[in-house]
């Protein structure tokens, strides 16, 4: 059955789950609500980023004591990661976009209310373990409603959830700490936020059913073309293609690609949870201002993912496009750390504007790249996939958070810079363990084109 035999657009509402393949606007409904989900987690996690300068003057605490604190919180995401990443393949996805939400909901509330640091901290922790677990869902359902798109554009989508997920974190902090000083106010707001939106994907998103799955996991190509025809084409042994699936965790190739997650992730925390502070602390922005200047990273960040995703599907070289984001990415980090202390806000603006547009040419099409060389590996083990590289992430939190501290205070903040810089270099060359060609290979498909 497809949507085209559902006249009334919300009769899918009726089922658990959606037992045909969605098009048109019941797909883009459905991806729309993954990604406001993810956004919103991903604003969740991220609101400390702009008021850390109030929760450290709050408490009389340090950078460093802060750092010991979000290192904890990512051994804990690593923990959620291999706990709760199987669920994304076993139980579906709903479960998994809807529950974290709400679950910061609560945690946003307690925060906002916390007597005293630890106790903040440890509501940071609590909630770092339930993104975890959302990360390999969102990914994993991104690709089950998208399967005839190109994939980096798949996953430029899922990367407009962490770029508004960010972006909210700053703007809403530009706009209202003038309002509502302190860090507090955030923390009202974010539970306002992940209340609304946890109600809406419980009552709104739909996971596909397990035989639309199989049937799409099985073919493992980019067509559902079929699909209506072959009732029976998900009814294999689900226990069997589940184990198929742990075919992802030998493979040391995937595990060599996933380490560029590493790498990013260590570049990508720097600028969401600490470049407001870099601002307000190295070049003296206020709170305020520093989280103005920082929004402008994401702005162009997101139209820049968008251009990074149609480039790699339209040019098929992901490697290439990623290479290229990493190298120029760790250049304007490298360039920025060089800058004095009082470099206008102008200049800041710029600067961060145009390491944001090279930073998005780097996660769209990295993904496409780990996606195609997991389903080489096996089809049914993408969610688990994504798993490793949400296990592998912390590595570069705890090297952020127990180092970028220790840097700052021994060095100077251009110093983190510059070593941040350097670790974003490193995606260039780790790339290449993935499939695909570094250059088009035009040639050959319009060879290919011919011959059928």
């Known amino acids: 059955m497809?949507?085209?035999?559902?006249?009334?657009?919300w009769s899918y509402l009726k089922n658990k789950q959606i037992d045909f393949f969605p098009e048109g606007k019941l797909r883009w409904w459905l991806l729309g609500l993954i990604i406001l989900g993810w956004a919103v987690e991903q604003y969740e996690a991220l609101k400390n980023g702009p008021v850390l300068v109030y929760i450290l003057a709050d408490f009389d605490k340090s950078l460093v004591e802060w750092g010991y604190v979000a290192a904890i919180a990512g051994l804990f995401y690593s923990l959620g990661a291999v706990l709760l990443s199987r669920a994304a393949d076993r139980f579906g996805r709903r479960p998994l976009m809807i529950w974290p939400v709400f679950a910061y909901a609560i945690i946003?509330?307690?925060?906002?209310?916390s007597p005293n640091f630890w106790t903040l901290a440890f509501l940071v922790t609590a909630g770092s373990f339930l993104?975890?677990?959302?990360?390999?869902?969102?990914?994993?359902?991104?690709?089950?409603?998208t399967p005839s798109m190109g994939r980096a554009m798949v996953y430029a989508w899922v990367s407009l959830a962490f770029t508004i997920g960010a972006l909210m974190s700053t703007a809403i902090a530009a706009q209202?700490?003038?309002?509502?000083?302190?860090?507090?106010s955030q923390y009202w707001i974010a539970a306002v936020l992940a209340a609304i939106t946890a109600l809406v994907i419980f009552i709104f998103y739909r996971d596909l059913s397990p035989r639309v799955r199989e049937f799409l996991e099985s073919a493992n190509s980019d067509s559902t073309e079929g699909l209506d025809s072959s009732a029976d084409a998900g009814r294999a042994d689900w226990a069997e293609t589940y184990d198929d699936g742990k075919r992802v965790y030998r493979?040391?190739?995937?595990?060599?690609?996933?380490?560029?997650?590493?790498?990013?992730?260590?570049?990508?925390?720097t600028v969401s949870a600490y470049v407001p502070t870099f601002l307000a602390q190295h070049h003296g922005l206020d709170p305020a201002n520093a989280a103005k200047v920082t929004s402008y990273f994401w702005i162009v960040f997101t139209v820049s993912v968008f251009l990074s995703g149609w480039l790699s599907d339209f040019l098929r070289v992901r490697k290439s496009i990623t290479a290229f984001g990493g190298f120029a990415t760790g250049l304007c980090f490298i360039y920025g750390s060089s800058l004095p202390p009082d470099a206008s806000e102008t200049l800041l603006m710029l600067l961060w504007s145009t390491t944001g547009f090279f930073a998005g040419f780097i996660y769209p099409a990295w993904c496409a790249i780990?996606?195609?060389?997991?389903?080489?590996?096996?089809?049914?083990?993408?969610?688990?996939?994504?798993?490793?590289?949400?296990?592998l992430s912390p590595i570069a939190g705890l090297f952020l958070n127990l180092g970028l501290p220790q840097v700052v205070e021994h060095w100077g903040w251009a110093t983190w810079m510059f070593i941040a810089g350097c670790c974003c270099l490193?995606?260039?060359?780790?790339?290449?363990?993935?499939?695909?060609?570094?250059?088009?290979?035009?040639?050959?498909?319009?060879?290919?084109?011919?011959?059928?």
């Open 251 to 269: 493979s040391p190739r995937l595990w060599l690609l996933s380490i560029v997650i590493v790498f990013w992730a260590l570049t990508y925390v």
């Open 2 to 9: 497809s949507e085209s035999q559902n006249p009334d657009f």
């Open 108 to 113: 946003s509330i307690l925060g906002a209310i």
């Open 131 to 145: 993104m975890a677990g959302m990360n390999p869902a969102v990914h994993a359902a991104s690709r089950d409603l």
């Open 426 to 452: 490193c995606v260039t060359f780790l790339v290449g363990f993935g499939e695909g060609p570094w250059l088009p290979t035009k040639k050959r498909e319009d060879s290919n084109l011919q011959a059928n």
């Open 176 to 184: 209202t700490l003038p309002i509502w000083p302190g860090w507090r």
């Open 370 to 391: 780990y996606s195609e060389t997991a389903e080489s590996i096996s089809p049914h083990g993408v969610g688990r996939a994504f798993g490793i590289t949400a296990t």
